[in-house]
């Protein structure tokens, strides 16, 4: 990979077959595409289109049958798996449907560890600020059983902007929540990754989200309809 390459994020290829009662099924089949600094692309797709396991081989925490991915020039792959977690921690932020909070740990113990993991200096303040930007200032010490859906992936939003991540992926963050709190969580997933210059690849199945972001990858049985995705 040509190291002045200024992409975020370049799949390559990417392909990945399981086996099934003894059948081989193909989930991805040559999937190449590339995002650059600061887009927000939406992944879409029907149900069992391989939008989720996409997501999965981008993330690193699944390994491909073939192909490749590269984070900033760096090939995911050539790392071992303990070398792929560290550059999750430090490089990637993660923002679930079903929020995928510690339930032992409060919000604002949800959002300092990462924080903490990556040793950085004075986590409780970062996460006191992101709790009191996503609109939690009041609810620091509630554990996830104490908060609402939408409370929840508030907090799960402000976990995933905590350690400044080149890359956010979303899967579905709004498939747990009734409509109005979903386009309230949206909308603040979109004004943080916009003032902090993320670059954001979200998984949905709602055309309303796919449409604020940059562009579209299609996804039908495990191909990319419209190649690169662009307008």
């Given at each position: 990979m040509n190291q002045n390459d200024k992409a975020v994020l370049r799949a390559c290829g990417l392909g990945k077959r399981v086996k099934v009662g003894g059948r081989t099924l193909a989930i991805l089949r040559d999937v190449s595409f590339t995002v650059e600094p600061g887009e927000a692309v939406a992944v879409v797709g029907a149900s069992g289109s391989g939008k989720t396991t996409l997501l999965g081989l981008l993330a690193g925490l699944d390994v491909p049958t073939e192909g490749r991915v590269y984070l900033d020039g760096l090939d995911l792959f050539s790392l071992d798996e303990d070398?792929?977690?560290?550059?999750?921690?430090?490089?990637?932020?993660?923002?679930?449907?079903?929020?995928?909070?510690?339930?032992?740990?409060?919000?604002?113990?949800?959002?300092?560890?990462?924080?903490?993991?990556?040793?950085?200096?004075?986590?409780?303040?970062?996460?006191?600020?992101?709790?009191?930007?996503?609109?939690?200032?009041?609810?620091?010490h509630h554990y996830p059983r104490q908060l609402s859906g939408g409370e929840q992936q508030r907090v799960a939003l402000a976990r995933a902007f905590a350690i400044a991540p080149r890359l956010l992926l979303a899967d579905e963050p709004t498939g747990n929540l009734d409509p109005t709190t979903g386009e309230e969580i949206i909308a603040l997933m979109f004004d943080l990754n916009r003032e902090r210059g993320t670059t954001l690849v979200l998984v949905t199945h709602d055309p309303a989200v796919s449409q604020r972001c940059h562009r579209q990858l299609r996804l039908h049985a495990g191909r990319l309809l419209n190649g690169e995705g662009r307008p």
């Open positions: 070398a792929r977690a560290r550059l999750r921690r430090d490089a990637i932020g993660f923002v679930f449907q079903s929020f995928q909070l510690l339930p032992a740990m409060t919000a604002l113990e949800n959002v300092m560890l990462p924080l903490e993991l990556a040793g950085r200096r004075q986590a409780r303040r970062a996460a006191l600020a992101l709790l009191e930007r996503v609109g939690l200032g009041e609810r620091l």
